[in-house]
């Protein structure tokens, strides 16, 4: 079972986006959570971060302010909203689950990874 993002498409520079991400087979509830992304012929990035209880959260410089990642009570799901978008944003975004109650900006600690879903900022 994997984790499915959504979310991703096509927005102007300025405009913003909601990336979700769903486990429909396990809960999320007790990890962290992180999105990454990959921009063509580059190397995959961390994003955003935040851990179990949604009391934690960090963020990759660039996107500090413009972000924010965040839980819904109830909800098996962590969110990405992305405002003020910048074509530096265009990537493949992946979601990803750890194997702890924190997440992480490095990769190790991720165990599970949804299936990417494309943003594209044009200027």
């Known amino acids: 079972v994997q984790l499915q993002a959504s979310g991703g498409g096509l927005v102007q520079t300025g405009g913003s986006l909601r990336l979700s991400c769903v486990d429909s087979?396990?809960?999320?509830?007790?990890?962290?959570m992180g999105w990454f992304r990959q921009a063509p012929g580059k190397e995959r990035e961390f994003v955003a971060t935040?851990?179990?209880?949604?009391?934690?959260?960090s963020y990759a410089d660039s996107v500090k302010g413009r972000f924010t990642i965040f839980r819904e009570k109830g909800k098996n799901a962590v969110y990405l909203q992305m405002n003020n978008l910048k074509p530096e944003d265009t990537a493949v975004y992946y979601c990803a689950k750890s194997r702890y109650a924190y997440g992480s900006s490095q990769l190790g600690p991720y165990a599970k990874w949804g299936q990417g879903t494309q943003v594209t900022v044009s200027s």
């Open positions: 935040i851990n179990w209880s949604g009391g934690s959260t």
């Open positions: 087979g396990c809960t999320i509830s007790n990890n962290g």
